[in-house]
């Protein structure tokens, strides 16, 4: 029982953390006016600290905690799938379908590339 309130709490700190900048990135204008642009810098970041933290995690050999608190706490909330849903379908009710494909495109792309980028540099800065 308090493991368990203690991997909550840990858990429900880096999900503040990263809900609040999430809010704080997606509460400005967009950039250039592109809907979802936003939304695209904050998976970016977040893919990218996952990335490196991956590394990091395992490198380290971290307690399970450390997991909790960055990767699905913090990461998890600073990462929106369901953002980009919305807006891709507020672009298809608006017709934009080429923005749509490239929102998606960017999106995911973006962010898989992130990932990577953080796990290769977390790599050479460790080895």
């Known amino acids: 029982m308090i493991k368990e309130l203690i991997d909550i709490s840990i858990l429900s700190m880096g999900a503040i953390g990263g809900v609040l900048i999430r809010y704080k990135i997606t509460s400005y204008p ?28 395992a490198y380290y050999n971290l307690d399970t905690k ?3 608190l960055i990767a699905i706490g913090f990461c998890g909330s600073l990462t929106t799938m369901s953002s980009l849903a919305l807006e891709s379908t507020i672009m298809i009710e608006n017709r934009e379908i080429l923005n749509v494909f ?13 990932l990577v980028g953080g ?5 050479i800065l460790l080895l």
Request: glycine share 8%.
């Open 30 to 57: 967009e950039i250039y006016g592109i809907m979802g642009s936003n939304v695209i810098i904050v998976n970016i970041i977040g893919s990218f600290i996952l990335g490196a933290f991956s590394i990091i995690f």
């Open 66 to 68: 450390y997991s909790l």
């Open 102 to 114: 490239i929102n998606v495109i960017a999106n995911v792309s973006f962010s898989i590339l992130s």
């Open 119 to 123: 796990r290769i540099l977390l790599t």
